[in-house]
């Protein structure tokens, strides 16, 4: 956090008290919400306080290296203090509750301004928000899932991506409501129609539209990453998506993510580890290990 230094925040009876620690090498930065201090350790555990009601974000993708993502939340009645953090991480911050809103006169709030310190590891994450009262006792947290790129993703009414680190020549396959996939070998899970039908010219912007091949044949790109983007609604129906290990290029093992994001909203995301056993499989239309099913 930044800005001028201030007193010590502490919650009775826990414990729960923010140091003079301004929190600046943190993987998790906070802005934009008076009073907020850094406090270290594991995140209170509830034990009868008020639970956490909502957590939200205004998107699912939050930039590395940025402090610009506006979260809100909705608290239990008599909560006075909050604390937010991520799950599996030590250390949050811990602000002061807000006043209720309009709509819900009963509940206190939060708000803030979150981003991730450089050096935070790609791929999901969970936010967590959990509320105390005066006497130092939490309740139940509220989470929303969100995931950290390096740069921003592409935009469409739904993304589905594979990220990765090192040399491997990894594919993202997707397979639509339809049946058709989108991979490196035919990167459009649009099917045109059989020869001598009449075929609709704009067809093609229908289906789900792989960006590019990462890591192609070993051609290092960096951090690497593919995508499989609709610019129109997606079909409506069961989406399975698939990571084939093409070439290991030299490395031991590729660590991976998957995301499939629409409007806004993460309809799922899974980690995995792609070691040269992937690549002695079959490859093309089909191939790879399954990341994620889900339904729209």
């Given at each position: 956090?930044?800005?001028?230094?201030?007193?010590?925040?502490?919650?009775?009876?826990?414990?729960?008290?923010?140091?003079?620690?301004?929190?600046?090498?943190?993987?998790?930065?906070?802005?934009?919400?008076?009073?907020?201090?850094?406090?270290?350790?594991?995140?209170?555990?509830?034990?009868?306080?008020?639970?956490?009601?909502?957590?939200?974000?205004?998107?699912?993708?939050?930039?590395?290296?940025?402090?610009?993502?506006?979260?809100?939340?909705?608290?239990?009645?008599?909560?006075?203090?909050?604390?937010?953090?991520?799950?599996?991480?030590?250390?949050?911050?811990?602000?002061?509750?807000?006043?209720?809103?309009?709509?819900?006169?009963?509940?206190?709030?939060?708000?803030?301004?979150?981003?991730?310190?450089?050096?935070?590891?790609?791929?999901?994450?969970?936010?967590?928000?959990?509320?105390?009262?005066?006497?130092?006792?939490?309740?139940?947290?509220?989470?929303?899932?969100?995931?950290?790129?390096?740069?921003?993703?592409?935009?469409?009414?739904?993304?589905?991506?594979?990220?990765?680190?090192?040399?491997?020549?990894?594919?993202?396959?997707?397979?639509?409501?339809?049946?058709?996939?989108?991979?490196?070998?035919?990167?459009?899970?649009?099917?045109?129609?059989?020869?001598?039908?009449?075929?609709?010219?704009?067809?093609?912007?229908?289906?789900?539209?792989?960006?590019?091949?990462?890591?192609?044949?070993?051609?290092?790109?960096?951090?690497?990453?593919?995508?499989?983007?609709?610019?129109?609604?997606?079909?409506?129906?069961?989406?399975?998506?698939?990571?084939?290990?093409?070439?290991?290029?030299?490395?031991?093992?590729a660590a991976w993510y998957v995301t499939a994001v629409r409007d806004d909203t993460l309809l799922g995301a899974a980690r995995g580890v792609a070691t040269d056993a992937d690549v002695q499989q079959t490859h093309g239309a089909g191939a790879g290990v399954r990341a994620l099913r889900f339904t729209l």
């Amino acid at each position: 956090m930044h800005g001028r230094a201030v007193l010590p925040l502490a919650l009775a009876g826990c414990g729960v008290t923010a140091t003079p620690d301004p929190g600046l090498t943190q993987l998790l930065q906070l802005s934009g919400s008076p009073g907020a201090q850094y406090r270290p350790g594991p995140l209170p555990a509830p034990d009868g306080g008020p639970d956490a009601v909502v957590l939200r974000s205004r998107h699912v993708n939050v930039t590395v290296g940025e402090v610009r993502e506006r979260i809100t939340g909705v608290l239990g009645p008599e909560t006075r203090s909050a604390v937010v953090g991520i799950a599996g991480v030590d250390g949050g911050w811990l602000l002061p509750a807000g006043p209720p809103s309009f709509e819900m006169p009963d509940q206190p709030t939060m708000a803030a301004t979150i981003g991730l310190a450089d050096g935070f590891p790609p791929g999901p994450f969970t936010l967590i928000v959990v509320g105390g009262d005066g006497d130092g006792r939490f309740g139940a947290v509220a989470v929303t899932e969100l995931v950290a790129n390096l740069a921003p993703p592409p935009t469409g009414e739904l993304v589905i991506g594979l990220t990765w680190d090192g040399p491997a020549d990894l594919d993202l396959h997707v397979v639509d409501a339809l049946g058709g996939e989108a991979w490196s070998g035919d990167p459009n899970t649009w099917d045109p129609p059989p020869a001598g039908e009449p075929a609709d010219p704009d067809g093609h912007l229908t289906g789900g539209v792989l960006d590019r091949d990462g890591n192609a044949s070993c051609h290092r790109d960096g951090r690497p990453a593919e995508h499989v983007v609709w610019v129109v609604p997606p079909p409506a129906g069961d989406y399975v998506v698939r990571v084939d290990a093409r070439s290991m290029c030299g490395a031991p093992s590729a660590a991976w993510y998957v995301t499939a994001v629409r409007d806004d909203t993460l309809l799922g995301a899974a980690r995995g580890v792609a070691t040269d056993a992937d690549v002695q499989q079959t490859h093309g239309a089909g191939a790879g290990v399954r990341a994620l099913r889900f339904t729209l």
